[in-house]
């Protein structure tokens, strides 16, 4: 069974740094693209990063230069390392393991990034 859990969200200031990790079971990653998500209040879910198992990566324009997506080797965690953070990241931050051919799409529960003075 495929399970996404993540952690590492908080209240954080205008260019703090906060690491969110997102811990995999089930997951066989060369089967996925992993990615983070976020949501802001009334707002749709937008896509934050993603990592392919080659290690190419795709990051939203708003988030490029500040956010790092990687895979902590061995072992099924992923992470988003943000960095310089502003109010406008606030939002919940999900990760996902979306299949590269077919079946079922994977999200964990989020975790909430508050940035604010």
């Known amino acids: 069974q495929i399970q996404l859990v993540e952690s590492g969200g908080g209240l954080a200031q205008p260019g703090d740094s906060l690491r969110l990790s997102c811990k995999t079971t089930g997951v066989t990653f060369s089967w996925y693209i992993m990615g983070w998500y976020r949501q802001a209040p009334e707002k749709q879910r937008e896509l934050v990063a993603t990592?392919?198992?080659?290690?190419?990566?795709n990051y939203a324009d708003a988030v490029k230069g500040r956010f790092t997506i990687s895979r902590t080797m061995p072992g099924g965690t992923f992470d988003l390392q943000m960095d310089n953070l502003k109010p406008e990241d606030t939002a919940v931050y999900y990760c996902?393991?979306?299949?590269?051919?077919?079946?079922?799409?994977?999200w964990g529960q989020g975790t909430r990034v508050t940035v604010s003075s």
């Open positions: 996902n393991a979306r299949p590269k051919t077919w079946g079922d799409t994977y």
């Open positions: 990592l392919e198992f080659d290690g190419t990566t």
